[in-house]
DNA sequence: GGTGAATTCAG
DNA sequence: TGAATTCAC
């Protein structure tokens, strides 16, 4: 079945290519195994609903609008269209356009945020059962998750390592593809397409100003591919680190909705690379290192999200699970709004309410100042971000976030404050970027800017500055948020060794541990909803008789956790591993026979007006910040969560799913044993 | 040119 | 904060 290849030479198949976030033609493996089989049908499907409380934000909506009609123009040239559909339910939406034209082949290429796993892995069940062939491929990435091992097949678990071995695999990612230069049009009028709306009136007036600044569309991603490598890359290394850096690629919102190949772009860099090293030029090469090393983060993001599929809900540190955050809606607010009294933390905020970008330095500060300084707890934040950036990419942003607020193994020190002052005058010397964000302060000197606090009342005055006034005063006190940070650790790390001594005497099945308990939930003022009516997801006949959702397995945890495994599971996942990688069609997504779930019938809660607003509708909308929904926001990703939220029950009929799924997450439930690894304190 | 101080920077 | 590297003498 899957290994199944298909014959080539367009014989009258009609093959349907599934595009998500590869808005591309260029290097687009499915749509090129697609051209090969016959006639082509280009299918969009927005079912926002899907994606649960990550509702695309105001701005990556709209760059999904330019994207898919730049696609769409695209097609048209090459001689057929974009098919677009509304949807509550991909898979059944497949279905229909499956029937509609005929198509005998499926084509998409793989995402691997953890919604995407299961839905993908429940349309390749479904619609192989109804005798299409679905073939997926890696568009993504530069080498698939399961890949990349370590020397006993084990995923790693600090990114460098991740990194180094990546760059010296034995064997190139796969070359990137030319477009296709022309598609033989499959059966689009029979098919019917919906309008997408992803503005709404008052969205769409915000939403002018992004078009001055910004081109969706891959072939714009392309242009500004070229414009970045041949310019500001030589530079890269040595101007990155400033707020205003126009040595930044502005790649990343292209490189999200995949316009852009990161394979062309890895191509293009060590083309580069070679010819700087031939010369000498080792500024150039320091710039392609640093800039594929970001490169290395997206791909590390994608890998421990595929290894570990619930990194945007839970710390990868066991420990963290401890740290008691402060669930304090007005520090939130406070800090949304740019009003901390840290002018570079505030410059950061102001920039991406109101533009959708920020460097990625300043991402740094804002998230380090809101998880170590006001000790937020990091999903709100990394919600935020979520609902606010233009590149919004949730595996990439949950590493951030992780990242920061120490839950990796190569996380920043945990008990590391970084000081905004100074870190003001390191990214922003002239004071010219919080003084371009914030305007009350414009007229301080340099030498008082990043801590006007300090100034003299004279300089004050003459600046027009009133402290407390048109401009606050710092929120808390470095000084004051180190205390509280190391007594907020002190009493992490005793709950943990509290529950791990409960664990090791056998008294207590593992004391708060964090797959039972139920995450913070997000403030209300972030969560509400103002959405199309949902539909009735589980009306048809088949998604009613597949309402079980599937995980493809994580090859990684399975093996690990081997000693523990029956020696049928590993026979069973080898056997499957075997199948994986095919020639000239590489089939992917392990197909071992996956976990089951099933998710109850709380309709999914999003957030759809919270894109950037101006600084009255956050007021406004804050001071309702007081009541909490109650419990059920958040989809939790592990078998035995709380009865109220959305919920996955494991399937009890199948024995052999269920119990690779529930190993898989005791073995993740153990949290890696990384606490070993960071004690560093 | 060797040594401690200062600085840089962190996946 | 701490390791690594550069700087000043």
Not at 38 to 62: K, M, N, Q, T
Not at 510 to 518: E, I, M, N, P, Q
Request: aromatic share 10%; glycine share 6%.
């Amino acid at each position: 079945m899957s290994n199944e290849v298909v014959s080539g030479g367009g014989g009258g198949c009609t093959s349907i290519v599934w595009f998500r976030r590869d808005l591309r033609i260029e290097d687009n493996p499915a749509l090129a195994a697609a051209v090969r089989v016959g006639a082509v049908v280009p299918l969009f499907i927005w079912a926002p609903e899907e994606e649960g409380h990550y509702y695309p934000g105001r701005v990556s909506r709209w760059w999904l609008k330019q994207s898919l009609a730049h696609l769409d123009s695209s097609f048209k040239s090459l001689g057929t269209s974009l098919i677009t559909k509304r949807s509550t339910d991909s898979v059944s939406s497949l279905i229909d356009v499956v029937k509609s034209t005929g198509a005998t082949h499926l084509f998409f290429n793989h995402l691997y945020d953890p919604l995407s796993l299961v839905r993908d892995q429940r349309a390749k069940e479904i619609l192989t059962d109804l005798g299409i062939i679905v073939r997926s491929f890696n568009a993504d990435l530069l080498y698939e998750p399961w890949e990349i091992n370590d020397d006993h097949g084990h995923p790693f678990t600090t990114f460098t390592e991740f990194w180094n071995k990546c760059l010296n695999m034995p064997y190139d990612p796969a070359a990137p593809t030319l477009p296709p230069k022309r598609i033989i049009s499959g059966d689009v009028l029979q098919c019917s397409c919906d309008k997408l709306i992803f503005e709404n009136e008052t969205e769409k007036g915000s939403n002018a100003l992004l078009a001055r600044a910004w081109s969706p569309g891959w072939s714009n991603a392309d242009k500004a591919l070229t414009a970045f490598i041949s310019g500001p890359l030589i530079e890269y290394s040595v101007n990155c680190r400033k707020a205003d850096s126009a040595t930044t690629s502005f790649l990343s919102p292209h490189l999200h909705f995949g316009e852009l190949s990161v394979r062309k772009v890895f191509h293009l860099l060590r083309i580069k690379q070679m010819l700087w090293a031939n010369e000498g030029n080792t500024t150039g090469e320091e710039s392609v290192n640093l800039f594929l090393k970001s490169i290395g983060l997206r791909e590390y993001s994608r890998y421990i999200n595929f290894n570990h599929p619930y990194t945007h809900e839970k710390p990868l540190l066991g420990h963290l699970k401890f740290f008691p955050w402060v669930v304090d809606e007005n520090y939130f607010k406070v800090w949304r709004l740019g009003r901390t009294g840290y002018p570079l933390v505030d410059a950061g905020m102001r920039e991406l309410w109101a533009t959708g970008w920020l460097h990625d330095r300043i991402r740094v500060v804002v998230a380090s100042f809101f998880v170590k300084v006001l000790q937020l707890p990091w999903r709100w934040g990394m919600k935020y971000f979520w609902d606010t950036l233009l590149d919004a990419d949730l595996e990439s942003d949950a590493l951030g976030w992780q990242y920061i607020s120490g839950s990796l193994p190569d996380s920043r020190a945990l008990d590391r404050i970084d000081n905004p002052q100074f870190e003001g005058y390191k990214f922003d010397p002239n004071g010219e970027y919080v003084r371009r964000w914030l305007p009350e302060l414009a007229r301080l000197p340099t030498e008082w800017i990043h801590h006007p606090w300090n100034a003299p009342e004279p300089v004050l005055q003459a600046a027009g500055v009133e402290l407390g006034m048109n401009y606050p005063l710092p929120i808390l006190e470095i000084g004051s948020a180190k205390d509280r940070l190391q007594e907020s650790l002190a009493e992490m790390w005793q709950l943990e060794a509290a529950s791990r001594a409960a664990i090791e005497n056998g008294t207590e099945e593992g004391l708060g541990d964090s797959s039972d308990s139920a995450p913070i939930a997000f403030p209300q003022d972030i969560m509400d909803v103002d959405h199309e009516p949902a539909r009735n997801v589980n009306t048809n006949a088949f998604a009613r008789r597949h309402q079980d959702q599937m995980v493809p397995s994580m090859t990684s945890s399975f093996l690990r956790n081997s000693d523990e495994s029956s020696s049928e599971h590993r026979e069973s996942y080898e056997n499957s591993r075997q199948e994986v990688p095919q020639e000239p069609l590489r089939e992917t997504l392990n197909q071992r026979s996956p976990p089951t779930f099933r998710h109850n019938n709380s309709p999914p809660q999003f957030n759809i007006n919270m894109g950037l607003r101006n600084v009255e509708d956050i007021a406004e909308s804050s001071s309702i910040s007081r009541s909490t929904r109650g419990g059920g926001v958040v989809p939790i990703w592990c078998p035995s969560s709380s009865s109220s939220s959305e919920q996955f029950v494991v399937e009890e009929n199948d024995t052999e799913s269920s119990s690779s799924y529930l190993q898989r997450h005791q073995h993740t439930n153990e949290l890696i044993d990384w606490r070993r690894l960071s004690r560093a304190r």
